[in-house]
């Protein structure tokens, strides 16, 4: 399936990218190597393909150089953990159930408390929370704890539905998508890269709530699209093109079609809702600095529409033509070249 498909909307947004995104890869890929989560040659290749620092250096454009080293190895757990995918494997699901729970837990430990389940996901999610939540207010650390939470137990569900065999309706795998694909959290972490702080009284608004949902919706189905040959590869039911297919029993390309046509649709909602911004701050009576944070949270919704979709356009993760050792791991149904869960509920 061809990767430029036009998606109106997205490209009326701003497209800035970071100018220390050159720094900042070569010391993430070090530090993806030091603590284990790249392994091999073949891992190490694999992972560097899907530049995921240009991910970051779109999505989160104004933060500092040291923050979007930390950032890109934020986004470098996410990745491979949702990569973690072999459901041939004895006790797969349960691996990736305890890891999840003890990736939910984290947040809530003493800083610098040694994680009960050990690997190097685990490990590094322990360091990078320390970072994210540094100097953030415990309505910040808490809102995006939950957010993250959803996103890991709704990544187990996924887990363990595809480990059944079960075939999700259109209407139940949108509402696990717009969790399972992460921008709750991910909007969230856009405060922390600049240091600022929404309202809460905004992140409570009705208007401010459908936006982020709208955003997620719309990155979501635009993953999907961008990300179809491979899931296919992976034989992986969890892709909005897919379930099209199956719910509605259309062909390959009507499904392509009526997914770019709701990625419009929920991009639409999104640009109605943000044209209300202005009211809602008149309605809860805000200050200069409270207006500020609330167009600085709105210029990180849109770096995410707007950054994701253009870094999935050149990602090699998503590469049509992939070959070698990652296409023949997905071919066989896995989607990782290194193992990176415990053995065992408490093993390493």
């Avoid at 490209?11 to 190597?33: D, I």
């Avoid at 009211?279 to 210029?299: F, I, K, N, Q």
């Amino acid at each position: 399936m061809p990767q430029q498909i036009p998606f109106p909307f997205v490209t009326a947004f701003e497209a800035p990218v970071s100018p220390h995104v050159a720094a900042a890869r070569q010391r993430h890929l070090e530090w993806v190597r030091t603590r284990g989560l790249v392994r091999s040659a073949a891992g190490l290749q694999e992972y560097t393909s899907w530049d995921l620092p240009q991910a970051a250096a779109r999505t989160y454009p104004y933060a500092s150089a040291d923050d979007l080293y930390m950032l890109m190895n934020w986004f470098s757990l996410a990745f491979l953990f949702d990569d973690q995918f072999d459901l041939g494997a004895d006790g797969y699901v349960e691996r990736v159930a305890a890891v999840v729970r003890e990736m939910i837990t984290t947040p809530y430990r003493p800083r610098g408390a040694q994680p009960d389940v050990v690997c190097p996901i685990t490990l590094a999610w322990s360091e990078v929370w320390e970072w994210l939540a540094d100097g953030m207010s415990t309505t910040w650390c808490d809102r995006f704890a939950s957010s993250w939470a959803r996103f890991l137990a709704a990544h187990s569900e996924e887990v363990r539905l595809s480990a059944e065999g079960a075939e999700l309706g259109l209407t139940e795998y949108l509402q696990l998508r717009r969790i399972t694909v992460g921008i709750h959290h991910s909007i969230d972490a856009a405060e922390r890269s600049r240091h600022f702080e929404v309202p809460p009284q905004v992140q409570a608004h009705d208007v401010m709530r459908g936006m982020r949902d709208a955003a997620a919706d719309a990155i979501a189905a635009m993953n999907d699209i961008h990300s179809l040959e491979r899931e296919e590869r992976r034989g992986d039911p969890h892709n909005l093109v897919t379930v099209l297919r199956r719910d509605r029993g259309l062909s390959r390309q009507a499904a392509i079609d009526e997914a770019v046509r709701m990625t419009v649709e929920y991009l639409g909602r999104y640009t109605e809702l943000e044209s209300r911004i202005p009211s809602v701050c008149e309605e809860l009576g805000l200050g200069g600095d409270g207006r500020e944070a609330v167009r600085m949270g709105v210029e990180g919704i849109r770096n995410w529409i707007r950054g994701n979709h253009d870094w999935a356009l050149s990602t090699g993760r998503y590469d049509a033509q992939k070959t070698g050792t990652a296409a023949g791991l997905e071919s066989s149904g896995r989607g990782f070249v290194d193992d990176l869960l415990p053995s065992s509920r408490t093993g390493g």
